[in-house]
């Protein structure tokens, strides 16, 4: 049995101290349950107990937290997240795509890349965004939906609008709408188009059918760039029914200028109850 080690960290700025404690040493605590470890806070210093090799760890995860102070007014709960999925594996360094601000959301929250992987869209680098997914009900049948076709569809594009809120106020998002610098359409709309100087995302494209995932790739015009995500293991298509996501990858896996990214569960970023949920069911689904 290993013998308890402590390390003391002196963080003299107090507004330093109060990005990693996080408000009500709320980050203190998530850090205690997921390494087994002890933290006190007193005055500059952050003393923290327990196994030797957790300790190191949780030093190191101070240590990365620390260079995002300088950042942000608080430590947001998907970085933290982040850094603590990479302290369990590996010393902790502070990714760059962490600290970097992408976006400001409507309330003044800076919005920053959450994992490693893929950042995009910024700078007005293209002339219009265009968000599309295909109108599939997940496991249910909704029936006869009222109103006129904006009203139809507009239940299966809310993720995509609520998404945008956050991004700029309703009325900014309108006048933009109004403008055509934001679109925001069902993947049927796409087909006859051809989308020139645009920034074209693809949502839950796992639920697209292999006719309409060849539609839209052929859609892209000169100065666009697509963007296609999806998760193969959430498929709400008829049994019968190949996703056009799987199809594609199998066609164009060895075409030039394409490229596939696989994301793992550490790249998903998500509140630390619902993730115990998904490796529950996980388990659940394995036996």
Not at 14 to 19: A, K, L, S, T, V
Not at 100 to 114: D, F, L, N, S, Y
Request: charged share 30%; proline share 6%.
């Amino acid at each position: 049995m290993s013998v308890p080690a402590q390390i003391t960290i002196l963080i003299p700025d107090p507004d330093e101290m109060m990005f990693v404690t996080g408000n009500n040493d709320a980050n203190i605590d998530r850090i205690e349950r997921e390494f087994a470890v002890k933290i006190v806070s007193r005055g500059a210093e952050l003393r923290i107990m327990g196994d030797p090799a957790n300790v190191a760890r949780v030093g190191e995860l101070v240590s990365a937290m620390r260079t995002l102070s300088d950042r942000d007014d608080n430590l947001r709960k998907p970085a933290l997240e982040r850094l603590i999925d990479e302290a369990k594996d590996a010393p902790v360094g502070a990714p760059e795509q962490l600290r970097e601000v992408v976006a400001t959301t409507v309330r003044g929250k800076r919005i920053t890349p959450q994992s490693a992987g893929v950042a995009a869209l910024r700078d007005r680098k293209v002339a219009r965004l265009i968000l599309t997914r295909p109108a599939v009900e997940a496991g249910e049948r909704l029936g006869f939906l009222p109103g006129d076709l904006t009203e139809k569809i507009d239940p299966y594009l809310r993720p995509l609008y609520d998404a945008l809120y956050e991004l700029m106020p309703p009325e900014r998002f309108t006048r933009a709408m109004e403008r055509g610098e934001i679109e925001v359409a069902p993947l049927a709309f796409m087909r006859g188009r051809s989308l020139n100087e645009a920034f074209i995302i693809l949502d839950e494209a796992q639920n697209a059918t292999p006719a309409q995932m060849k539609m839209f790739l052929t859609r892209l015009g000169y100065g666009a760039q697509a963007v296609v995500n999806g998760d193969i293991t959430q498929v709400d298509l008829e049994k019968d029914q190949r996703s056009g996501l799987v199809v594609a990858r199998e066609i164009l896996k060895d075409v030039e200028g394409i490229a596939f990214v696989d994301f793992n569960e550490r790249d998903v970023v998500r509140h630390e109850l619902v993730a115990r949920i998904v490796r529950a069911y996980d388990r659940y689904e394995k036996k």
